[in-house]
């Protein structure tokens, strides 16, 4: 049992890139198994800030190969862009970055249908618009592109034709103009050649690394609360972003995942439509937003902020089967007086300790008050650095959702963290 996923218990921007770069020196493989170009992770390294929409965090450390697994959709263009710019970081990434040749390509005219439905939908759900929904019914559908499809333009052509057919009505309707499938090929045909060195069979390199008993990363993206079946439907985004979805994202049977570690905020962000209980629209959400710098790398817009929801978290423990929480941005609630946590939702007179079917919008939240407190965390390295008020927070929640805190994150930076440890330990 070699492996370890990294997975959102929230709805995503938890800081998955911060722990996924941290645990990478203990790895030898960092497999990115599902979404697209819609997640950003934000990595800062001495202070200077790199976001990452595709390849994988632990790019940063030279000794780890990076995969991009099957279960995510790649916009190639994004993709070329982030080799260029660790390139330009002189953070090599010939011979240990490979995407798999299965995955599917996010291609022009998903992003367009992704903003047009947008545009016309009285319930928009908000996505980041970067094709990810079209891209996977593609997929879903049997009649996607594939990333090892831009490799030769001849079968790139023909398999654009059909799929640019389908799409057509859909457009019309929706007063969108397609491109053609000899434009597409002939961009996209460049694309592949100058990605070339870098698709490949991934499913290789995962077996390779498995029969070494090498330790795998398996690093998500988004989180629990978007996942397209265990989240808040239909306000969720299109893939398997819980801990199972590592397993056929990235080629590796359960047995070898020997922990899922789930990272959550010490309170609750979320970008685009849909229920939010914690929701506060009020000065204290300012106040976090502003303490949590929350504006979403991918898209720029402010993310809604709110109290810690320990019902969704609760979900998340179950539905990844989290051995471990790991909880970022502890120091932004130092902006705040007292705290609130959430423990369970009250829904038509009874109390519910997991998320409803449906009518999320329609719970309230029962909350307990904790004491906050206003010390700078930055310096903390251990949970007994922590003021007495922090720690009681962390033993509350893990009181309450029944899974042990590892990991406590306590400012953006790499060395602002509390008790790291060796995720592949005992
Ligand atoms: P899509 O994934 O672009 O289709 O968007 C579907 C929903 O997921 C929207 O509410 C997005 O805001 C949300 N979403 C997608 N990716 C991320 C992410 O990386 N962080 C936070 N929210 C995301």
Redesign the pocket.
Known sequence: MSAVVVVGAQ???EGKGKVVDLYAPYAELVVRYA?GA???HTLVVNGEKLILHLIPSGILHEQTKCVVGQGTVIDPAVFLEEIEALSARRVATDGRLLVSQRAHVVLPHHKLI?GLREKKSNEA??????G??PCYEDKVARRGVRMGDLLDIEVLRGKLDANLESWRPVAEDLGGTLPSAEEVAAQYAALGEALRRYIGDAAAIVRASIRAEEKILLEG???TM?DIDNGTYP????SNAVAGGACAGAGIGPTHIRRAVGIAKAYTT?????PFPTELEDETGQLLRDAGAEY?S?TGRPRRCGWLDLVALRHAVTVNGLGELAITKLDVLSAVDAIMLCVAYELDGERLDYPPYERLEAVQPIYETLEGWDEDLSGCRTRADLPAAAQAYLARIEQEVGCPIGVVSVGPDREDTADLQDPFGA
């Open positions: 709805w995503g921007d979404g819609n997640a950003g992704d759900i908000g996505t980041t618009k970067r990810i929904g993206a988004q989180g978007l306000f969720v985004t299109s979320r970008v685009g439509g849909g979403g991918t």
